[in-house]
């Protein structure tokens, strides 16, 4: 069925009411220190509005595990005191958030206009071609991810790759293979970080 | 010409961000009269400080250029609820970075804002809803947080004061929708980042129907500023009703990107092509066009480069300053694709909560993708024309109408190209920056 004469109905992979059920995975429980850090976080908010605290839950979660499974996700719930429907309906919306393992450097690629504009789409292009995958995919040795993201809010730094919770700036095309490279080498000392770290220089 | 009356213009609010340390508290205290403001604003009426943010005239930085003072008015007074202030910090509009500078560089100036309108509007606690990509900013602005409790800036009885005050940081993850007041809320809430029906507006009934003040980075970061220089010298710095410094944003095909702080008289010329700003195009490329407040406001051209780049001046060239967000772009661009680029961001931004944006930024992307790759038929332009004026003014939030704007200014202005495309079957503009396939589909996580 379709609104409009001309037009499909939105396709199953963008439509955000598409749910598949997360796998439950291993049990899951916080490590002592998250658990601390949880306990913490909580108490910003009313006692009666823990839920508030569910994105920094699930970043707890995801930071020990990678990724979220369907046992975080229930985890997550209890710790909260909601539903693990209330977590998922979270989980499957923001898209910081895996529900599948990913490399152990995810390269957030951006792809909006003023990266673009500097030669992001090439960026990805070379990216995928050195690493041998597609946008979105994971290498078979578990080292690297490429995603294509929406504005990182560095355009003047364009184009620009976030690594995990860093920054790298002003990736050109040609760069983009021996970035790789450097980042096997070096591990994160191959990112450029943030420019306004002038304490750096 | 516009009428121009000038005064020279020092910078304010970045003057000290390219100096080592200048995030920390030490610094602000000895080089920016840090805290001074708020040692002032506890002194004064809630009352008082809310006509010195009214009588300055300052305006809401994050897009929609409201009052800031009249915000703050409407809040509920007489209600035995606590209030809030969300600072929204979630900087997500494409060609933006303003607040990530100011963040970074210059967090205690944030804090220093947040408690004043925390005092202001009878609040105790204030969230910064940051976006989760900001995770570096989070860190400077969470050691700032550290510092002022330590300091006694936060916390119980500021400066002996009577006054309490928690900031609290909050990270989102990844979601441009986020940073519509109402979505922002929710999302504080725990939920997903979808917007709220309006009335009732978040004044009343925001963050746990609580009276909320959401207030963008920029603008919480101008309130120190007036209380200690007061509302006239506020006033005094840009055009009528366009008072104080303004972060621009230039990014795209220019020589010198990055974030400038000029009073609202300065022209998007200048802005653009200016020795001491953005130094002209890059590339020896002429330049093309110019989107002048971040992705969702409509197009100029090199006609209106001679405006000045305030609210009300760019409004009435046919376009908005929104976020400031400056995107500048050469002969080489091709308005189908930019539009295309555009739409893909918004198709993945829109949080699907009302059919007309859902369904309808989808259906633009297609078209586009279609025209883009030479297959268009003539009748999809009328068809993209109509797809698109139908999503306007049909959504809970503004994000229709902001998605439904790249299709409708580039028809308007440039709908030669996308006839060429239809007729050539293919695109009349390859740059040599673009992707090497024809159309890169993005696979989204």
Known sequence: MSFHPEMEYAPARFHKSERTLAEMGEPFAYTPENQARFNEIVTRYPADERKSAILAALYLAQQQQGY???????????????????????????????????????????????????????????????????????????????IEVECLGACD???????????HERLSPDQAAT??????????????????????? | ?????????????????????????????THARGYEALRKAVTLKPNDI???????????????????GLKWQFVLKDTPKPKYIACNADESEPGTFKDHVLMERNPHLLIEGCAIGCYAIGAKVAYIYIRGEFYHVQETLERAIEEAYRAGFLGKNILGSGFDCDVYVHRGAGAYEAGEETALIESLEGKRAQPRIKPPFPAVAGLYQCPTAVNNVETLCNVPLIVLNGPEWFASLGPEKNGGPKLYCISGHVKRPGVYEASMHTTLRELVFGEQYAQGMSGGRAFKAIIPGGSSVPLLLDEHLDTPASFDHVQQAGSLLGSAGLIVLDESVCMVWLAMNLLHFYRHESCGKCTPCREGGDWLYKLLQRVERGEGRTKDIDLLYGVASNIVGKTLCAFGDAAATPVLTTLKLFRHEF????????????????ATQPVLMGATH
């Not at chain 1, 070379?126 to 946008?135: D, F, T, V, W």
């Not at chain 2, 009428?3 to 030490?26: G, K, Q």
């Open chain 1, 68 to 146: 979220i499974t369907g046992a975080a996700m229930r985890f997550v719930a209890g710790q909260i005191g909601c539903t693990p429907a209330d977590v998922e309906d979270v989980v499957s919306y923001y898209t910081m958030f895996y529900t599948k393992p990913v490399g152990k450097y995810v390269l957030n690629v951006c792809r909006t206009l003023s990266c673009a504009l500097l030669g992001a789409e090439r960026v990805t292009e070379q990216l995928c071609a050195k690493l041998g995958i597609r946008p979105g995919e994971t290498t078979a040795d578990g080292e690297f991810t490429v």
């Open chain 1, 157 to 167: 730094r364009a184009p620009v790759v976030m690594v995990n919770d860093d920054w």
């Open chain 1, 179 to 201: 970035f790789v490279d450097d980042i096997k080498a070096r591990g994160k000392a191959a990112f450029t970080g943030c420019h306004l770290h002038v304490e750096k220089e």
């Open chain 2, 1 to 29: 010409m516009w009428r121009r009356n000038r005064v020279a213009f020092e910078p304010v609010l970045t003057n000290h961000v390219r100096e080592p340390n200048s995030f920390s508290l030490d610094f602000y205290l």
């Open chain 2, 50 to 68: 809310i006509e010195q943010v009214k009588a300055s005239g300052l305006r809401g930085r994050g897009g929609a250029g409201f009052p800031t």
């Open chain 2, 419 to 434: 006839e060429a495309h239809v007729r050539e079957g293919r695109c009349t503009l390859p740059a040599d920056w673009r």
